[in-house]
């Protein structure tokens, strides 16, 4: 058994200035997230409006396919044009971590 993790570090428009504009950019990406069939949530940065931090794990029993999915859902964040990903956290863990 393997599990991974991403925490993505986003940058949201000058126009989040407020918590209720912030999830309603965080929201949709979360969504799209879940269906890659991983576990996904706003885990950072909650207090600050223009700034969000979205975790993903996934589990699998093959590390390709833990890897497969992690650089799926980095490419969906990547392409979304409303905010600007800022960097990439990853971690894979296997059965001897």
Do not use: N, Q
Not at 6 to 13: C, G, I, M, R, S
């Amino acid at each position: 058994m393997f599990t991974g993790t991403a925490v993505f570090d986003l940058l949201l428009p000058g126009d989040s200035r407020s918590l209720k504009a912030k999830r309603s950019y965080v929201r949709p990406i979360v969504a799209a997230l879940r269906r890659f069939e991983v576990s996904a949530a706003e885990v950072g940065a909650l207090d600050l409006h223009g700034r969000a931090e979205i975790g993903v794990a996934v589990v699998a029993a093959e590390a390709s396919h833990v890897r497969e999915v992690l650089e799926s859902c980095e490419r969906l964040v990547a392409t979304r044009p409303e905010v600007e990903l800022l960097s990439v956290r990853r971690r894979l863990h296997g059965a001897d971590d």
